[in-house]
């Protein structure tokens, strides 16, 4: 007997769940397939970056993360010395999770079933069925009752990094040349651990993995799953060659030793399961050279990350888009291939670009050994902190990411172009804090480096090299950071360290004005005046905010519109000798003001929650679309502060926020 | 409870100007009331001083200028008088001072993030009318912006250091006091739409001058009775700053008995402390040696005063020159004597 579904997905990991669920919402009948018995267990870090919290918490599963400690960064550890890295953000909206897989793995299942799927459990897919024309058209099925025939418009495989069938599609396309399947997996050990004492709440990564005096390319963890509970693994990002492989077991077995005799949390710690290994797949393939009909998603695809060995996240987006694609592919015929294959290259972009360069995986793990004891180079640092945040970075727009990555580089060209300014210019006023100044506008969330990502979004590549461009966004950038400085001063506090923290904001804040100027005034007229007149107005909305005689009455909308005056003059800059028309210069400056005016908002309520500042959020996020956003690097910022404040709004404990919410 | 006027010495109610004073004061208060962003305080803060600066843009404007109730000089002048009223609100915080303009500094009353705040926006006001200005005027007055605030910061950097020469510290003056009357000269030139030659000579002029009235302020701070200071005296040294009579001092032979006071010593009261560096300026000559420092640049201002005598309000200027060196001559001379 033969049963017909729209969608057939092979495997209900993290990646096969996403995608079921994501199709069966949209109304698709959809059949999932399994050979195990749920719940099952899984060799894995159990880790989940923000990347894959955000991810589970579009399939519903907020609740289930709730239960588990939020990971607020990664502790990266050498021998005594350790560095953390904090995600951006505070805790309230960008946090990891440990969740072990079994449970992880049972709960997605769970919300694919509650979308509408069918599940067939214990049921082994023997073969994909094909066209003569070499299309996919379903497969059969191995039950428990015995053999049978599904059949379906499209197949999602999702088998994993050992699955006979991904393995089979992609002997197809990976050519001898690039090496076996075997020689491009990763491979891990892991065992849970109990009774450990004193676990804090990050993601911990030991560097460098030594094995008989030989560095390689790996980490060995602890990932705390309670306050007492670890998954304590090694994983060996790039397998050496067959010769010298040492056992995953005996490295795992000497830091297992190392941590009971040495560390004190391990003092009286137990494993409390077996000690189990498993193989990662991070050798992305190439969606568009499989048969027609089918894709492949999450370890199945090889989309574990190089550097982090982190898979679940990039599942689960993996399994979004494939449903997505598969959705808009049933409706209107297209060639699911390829936009499955757009859609993700444009969404995993980086892991892409360093697919089958392994060489990249070393240098990571120097660059985060060297994280720790602050004698690397710079540039070294900032590449290891950039791959251990760069999951935060929120993901963008559906359909447009091809575009929208080339505006990101661009947004990122101007933020590096000013930055650089910015140092020479505190390098000649030869003051010792250029560092300090620096640091500000690197931090995330950093209000002075708001007008860059408008600015960035909206300039021709022509106005991003020009000087006198690049001197008025300095100027915006300056004016903000002194602002950020002067906020900091402590209001009454009046012991000697909060005078000399208060001489220091004061001096250095002034300083920065000063040089600020000193550009500004050099600058066309209207420029000069427009920067004048938008620093006035973020100047006065911060007087104002911190007055403590009675202020005139002002409501947040008004004061967050003033805020966002520097980027808005930021976009009109942009535009300044493009479209003059009103619509090119007014819809981008507006949108840039509501834009700024919701980022702040957002850093605002992150830091101190509250009511009306949560309901103002809400108007700002529920409304509709400000002007018609000018391309697509602005509907995916636009859908970006949305989502993130709307993640904010959903983890805010403001009883009366949720109330006016709903 | 603040609508007291801060007290004034007769000396500074200078009639000739008083209709255009009053025209930058009104002009900063109605925009201040206007734009709601600061108390009221703050806002009497800002018209409250001697408006010297402005005072000196519109004496070193041309007499016969057409431009001279033009809104462009109320607006630079406006604009520079509220740049300093926001370098003394911070001041303050720095110094830790209690009083100002014969009131309580803003920071005591609002508390020290609202004074800072406040300090700020007054700077952006001041460059938002800058900015209206021609572009010629307005680098001149950014460089002096950087002139200030590097003076300042070598202050600030070289505050405690006992070897700082008298020609650091002249230095230190130049930049932080003078640029800024040398600018307010100058702006007087530059919106009368004087020649080159006259604009640099009015520079000079305010740049000698505010040599001498930074010199005037650094003897009273230690040899002024609180009374007239409106504040206890010795702001400067209880701050590490070295003054040029400190400086002078230091190279005297009395150094060694002045090392401690400038540090410091427990057992001393600082009324105590800002007491005996006071006998010893005087013992050591200190005294002396700035009132010649000021003599020479008095005569330099004169010099430039009366090459541009028919293009400013010379006998103003001059009365006002002479008002600040009597200042000086007032608390030196008795000490001699």
Known sequence: MSHRYDLIVVGAGPAGSAAAYHAASAGLTTLLVDRKRFPRGKVCGDGLTPRAVRALSRLGLGPLLDRHTRIRGVRVVNGSDSRVVCYPGGSASMYGAVVPRRVLD?????????????????????????????????????????????????????????????????????????????????????????????????????????????????????????????????????PPSHAECPSLRDVL???????????????????????????????????????????????????????????????????????????????????????????????????????????????????????????????????????????VSPPCGWTRDLPVARERAAIRRLAARVRTRLLRTMRRMDLAMAELVVSLFDAPDSAAALPLTIAGALAPPATLRNPEFLDAMLTLVLFGLAQSLLVEVEADRDEPSAQAHNAAALVIGDCLTTEATTVMFRLPDPVCGGIARASLRAARALALCTRTSPPPARSLAQHYADLAAPSACAARLARLGQDTSPAGVIGPSRFARWYAAARLALAAARTAPGSELARYLERLVDGPLVDPPHGAMLAALDAQVRRDARALLAASPSPRARAARS | MIATAPSRRPADDLPPLAAEVRQVQGFIERTLRRHRAVSAECRLFAVGGKL?????????????????????????????????????????????????????????????????????????????????????????????????????????????????????????????????????????????????????????????????????????????????????????????????????????????????????????????????????????GALARTCETAMVHLARARRHLERVSRCCEAAWIGMLLDDTMARITRRVAPRRA
């Open chain 1, 253 to 391: 077995a000497r830091f297992v030793r190392e941590l009971v005799d040495d560390d004190r949390r391990f003092r009286r710690a137990r494993p409390s399961g077996l000690l189990e290994g498993g193989v990662l797949a991070s050798q992305m393939a190439d969606p568009s050279r499989l048969p027609p009909g089918v894709l492949l998603v999450g370890d199945a695809a090889g989309l574990v990350h190089p550097f982090t060995g982190e898979g679940i996240g990039y599942a689960i987006e993996s399994g979004e888009i494939a449903a997505r694609t598969a959705i808009r592919c049933l409706r209107d015929g297209s060639r699911p291939a390829t936009l499955y294959g757009r859609d993700l290259t444009g969404r995993l972009r980086r892991q892409w670009a360093l697919r089958g360069s392994r060489r990249h995986v070393t240098w990571l793990v120097a660059a985060a050994a060297a994280l720790h004891d602050g004698h690397a180079p710079d540039r070294l640092i900032a590449a290891a902190r950039q791959v251990i945040t760069d999951d």
């Open chain 1, 106 to 238: 049972d709960a997605m299942l769970r919300a694919a079933r509650g979308a509408g799927a069918d599940f067939a459990e214990e049921t082994a897919v023997t073969a994909l069925r094909l066209e003569p024309s070499g299309r996919v058209t379903g497969c059969d099925l191995d039950t428990p009752q015995g053999p049978d025939v599904a059949e379906a418009r499209l197949t999602i495989v999702a088998d994993g990094a050992t699955g006979s069938l991904s393995r089979h599609l992609l002997g197809a396309t990976r050519s001898r040349a690039r090496g076996s399947a075997r020689r491009q997996q990763s491979l891990a050990v892991r065992q849970y651990w109990s009774g450990v004492e004193g676990l804090a709440p990050y993601f911990e990564v030991h560097v460098p993995l030594v094995w008989r005096g030989r560095p390689y390319a790996g980490y060995r963890w602890i990932f705390p799953l309670s306050a007492t509970e670890a998954n304590v693994g090694v994983g060996f990002l790039e």
């Open chain 2, 52 to 284: 010297l600066r402005t005072h000196l843009v519109f004496a070193s404007l041309s007499p016969s200028s057409p431009r001279r109730h033009g809104i462009d000089a109320v607006q630079a002048a406006a604009a520079v008088e509220l740049v300093h009223a926001a370098s003394l609100l911070h001041d303050d915080i720095v110094d830790r001072s209690a009083t100002r303009r014969g009131l309580p500094a803003l920071h005591r009353v609002h508390g020290h993030r609202a004074a800072a705040c406040s300090g700020m926006y007054l700077v952006h006001l001041a460059l938002t009318l800058i900015a209206r200005l021609p572009a010629r005027v307005r680098i001149r007055m950014a460089d002096t912006a950087h002139r200030v605030a590097r003076g300042q910061f070598i202050e600030v950097a070289r505050a405690h250091d006992p070897s700082l020469s008298p020609a650091d510290r002249l230095a230190i003056m130049r930049e932080k006091t003078a640029s800024l009357f040398a600018m307010a000269c100058e702006l007087g030139g530059l919106l009368g739409g004087d020649e080159a030659g006259a604009c640099r000579r009015k520079r000079s002029l305010g740049e000698a001058f505010g040599m001498l009235f930074q010199l005037a302020d650094d003897i009273d701070d230690m040899l002024a009775p609180e009374a007239e200071l409106g504040r206890a005296p010795g702001a400067d040294l209880l701050a590490g700053v070295i003054s040029l009579p400190m400086a002078f001092a230091l190279e005297s032979p009395h150094r060694s008995a002045l090392l401690p006071l400038l540090e410091g010593t427990p057992s001393l009261t600082d009324a105590d402390r800002v007491r005996r560096c006071a006998l010893l300026l005087g013992t050591s």
